[in-house]
């Protein structure tokens, strides 16, 4: 039986509340006479986005999107996502004409948000923004920006909690935190 991982922890649970608290206060000072529609990709942004539109003071109309991703890809690290295979709107999701704010839990290479971009962009949306949990712009493979993000930090190894998770357990821990020893 191999020893239990250990969690070294990066942002704390008040770091990542007054971050996400205030975020979605200048999302909402920004953006609010737009009257956008937060997407959220499924999956470890839930938490995220559910902190986040309870920060924003005023009605804010939020769906969820799912996006499948490709695991292999020649250069991709192993559990890397490399690309797009498919994305799913389970609910109907009406952006023509709409500003759309994407919510992300952490963006690495710029691959996949710039497809996504894209994809929105084709179904209507007359603007897309990305609000990213974690911000990882030295990962970039492609040039990209996103627009808001809680945190910025270079590639930690791997991260759990707050609903970033490892084989399916960690995050549901109240903080952010590198694994090790997994």
């Not at 969690?7 to 996400?20: H, M």
């Not at 986040?52 to 996502?81: K, N, W």
Request: glycine share 8%.
């Amino acid at each position: 039986m191999s020893a239990k991982p250990q969690i070294e922890p990066l942002f704390d649970a008040g770091a990542l509340a007054a971050s996400v608290t205030a975020l979605g206060r200048r999302l909402e000072d920004e953006l609010i006479d737009q009257d956008p529609v937060v997407v959220a990709v499924l999956g470890e942004s839930v938490i995220f986005l559910a902190d986040l539109v309870r920060a924003i003071r005023r009605p804010v109309r939020f769906e969820m999107i799912h996006v499948e991703y490709s695991e292999s890809a020649a250069g991709a690290r192993p559990g890397q996502r490399a690309a797009v295979r498919e994305i799913h709107y389970p609910m109907p999701v009406q952006i023509a004409e709409q500003t759309v704010v994407v919510v992300k839990d952490v963006v690495e290479a710029g691959i996949i948000e710039s497809y996504l971009e894209q994809q929105l962009r084709d179904r209507g949306a007359r603007a897309v923004r990305f609000v990213a949990l974690i911000d990882m712009p030295a990962e970039r493979k492609i040039s990209f920006e996103v627009d808001y993000h809680a945190f910025q930090t270079s590639r930690q190894g791997t991260l759990v909690g707050y609903g970033l998770k490892h084989g399916g357990r960690y995050g549901n821990l109240p903080f952010i935190g590198r694994l090790i020893g997994a």
